[in-house]
C-alpha cells in the first residue's frame, strides 16, 4: 500500500464514520424523543386517574350524608351534583 492509497482510504473512512455519526445521532434522537413523550403522557394519566380517584371517593363517602366541604381537582373546586348531599 502506498501513500496515495492511505490518504484515500483515511478521507473515506472519515467521511464514512460522520455520516454513520451522524444518522446514529438522528435515530437516537428519534427514539429518545419518543422515550421522553411516553413518559410525560404516563405520568400525566397517573395523575389525572389519581385525582378523579379521589373526587369519586369523595362523593361515594358523602353520597345522602351533608356536604361541609367540596371535593378538588388538581385544586379546582368540583360542584357535587344536586341532591348528592343534604346540604351543609
Given at each position: 500500500?502506498?501513500?496515495?492509497?492511505?490518504?484515500?482510504?483515511?478521507?473515506?473512512?472519515?467521511?464514512?464514520?460522520?455520516?454513520?455519526?451522524?444518522?446514529?445521532?438522528?435515530?437516537?434522537?428519534?427514539?429518545?424523543?419518543?422515550?421522553?413523550?411516553?413518559?410525560?403522557?404516563?405520568?400525566?394519566?397517573?395523575?389525572?386517574?389519581?385525582?378523579?380517584?379521589?373526587?369519586?371517593s369523595?362523593?361515594?363517602?358523602?353520597?345522602?350524608?351533608?356536604?361541609?366541604?367540596?371535593p378538588?381537582?388538581?385544586?379546582?373546586?368540583?360542584?357535587?351534583?344536586?341532591?348528592?348531599?343534604?346540604?351543609?
Amino acid at each position: 500500500m502506498d501513500l496515495e492509497n492511505v490518504k484515500t482510504i483515511a478521507v473515506w473512512a472519515t467521511v464514512a464514520f460522520v455520516v454513520i455519526g451522524l444518522l446514529a445521532a438522528i435515530i437516537i434522537k428519534k427514539v429518545i424523543g419518543k422515550i421522553i413523550s411516553l413518559v410525560l403522557a404516563a405520568v400525566i394519566v397517573f395523575f389525572l386517574w389519581q385525582q378523579r380517584g379521589k373526587v369519586e371517593s369523595f362523593a361515594n363517602d358523602v353520597h345522602g350524608d351533608i356536604c361541609s366541604s367540596q371535593p378538588s381537582f388538581f385544586g379546582i373546586s368540583v360542584d357535587l351534583p344536586t341532591g348528592w348531599c343534604t346540604g351543609a
